[in-house]
């Protein structure tokens, strides 16, 4: 019932169908591309998803400091709302339903400006109503408070989707960063399940599910009852500070091999016997 896909951008430098092979042979149904839109070969991209049968779940932007959509800087918001732009004509190109949006660039830990808060809400509107243009859905992640400040935990990214007060700027769950910021994960699902429209999946330790403590049965139960329709998109990462810092690495591809075959096959557990012992 469920489609999986998997965030491409944590494989660092590897090449696009390097990657959809590994998808392929551990049968997830899609992959979410980095947002980097200048990047990337657009004709080259939809001929390899076609070559593997997969879709482009989702475009995940990537927010460095010249694209903080909260700054007092005009030029850098600007900078930031051109951006997310082009991350949506990506999506559009690709067939992907979902960009990723995060209210301020990660690494910023503090407020700049009493202002910030008002300067998001409208970058985004402006960058929704863009989106709306051409049926794309704007996810805020709520990212941890070590990473960011602006929005850390559901119930904030509820009110800031609350004010821009747009059909198609929803909301998105992160489950490594709900680890952290959130008291009851199913309390704070059942506060935005109205708005939740995507899924980052990754363990407390931010790598494959089930080599962490996070129970991810009754996570799995709850989207299965509230007829979540997205994509379960795994995000696991090597321990690194900043997690922008992956797009650099080079690795052996046994350890991505694993770990994509360790999160799907984990979830996919999960969801039958849910089904086979009458959780679901």
Request: hydrophobic residues 35%.
């Amino acid at each position: 019932m469920f489609k999986y896909s998997l965030t491409q951008w944590i494989f660092g430098n590897e090449n696009l169908e390097e990657s959809l092979k590994r998808l392929q042979k551990y049968e997830y149904q899609g992959v979410e591309l980095a947002g980097e839109p200048e990047f990337i070969d657009i004709q080259k991209t939809k001929e390899l998803l076609e070559k593997y049968q997969m879709e482009c779940s989702s475009i995940c932007g990537i927010y460095y400091e010249d694209r903080d959509l909260s700054s007092e800087n005009i030029q850098t918001r600007k900078n930031a709302i051109d951006y997310a732009k082009q991350c949506i004509d990506m999506a559009k190109a690709l067939g992907a339903r979902i960009v990723i949006v995060v209210p301020t660039y990660v690494g910023k830990v503090k407020a700049e400006s009493e202002e910030e808060w008002n300067h998001a809400i409208a970058s985004v509107r402006e960058v929704g109503k863009y989106a709306k243009q051409h049926n794309i859905i704007l996810a805020i992640e709520a990212i941890n408070r070590y990473e960011t400040y602006l929005v850390t935990n559901l119930h904030t990214a509820k009110r800031f989707v609350e004010e821009v007060d747009l059909e198609n700027v929803k909301i998105m769950a992160d489950f490594f960063h709900m680890n952290i910021e959130e008291q009851d994960m199913l309390k704070s699902l059942t506060n935005i399940s109205e708005y939740l429209v995507h899924v980052h999946i990754a363990d407390n330790t931010r790598e494959a599910a089930g080599l962490g403590q996070t129970d991810f049965s009754p996570i799995m139960s709850f989207l299965s009852n509230n007829n979540y329709s997205g994509y379960i998109s795994m995000e696991f990462l090597p321990s690194v500070s900043n997690p922008y810092l992956v797009s650099e690495h080079s690795s052996k591809s046994n350890k991505y091999d694993d770990y994509a075959k360790q999160s799907i096959n984990h979830i996919k557990d999960i969801v039958k016997n849910l089904y086979t012992f009458g959780g679901i």
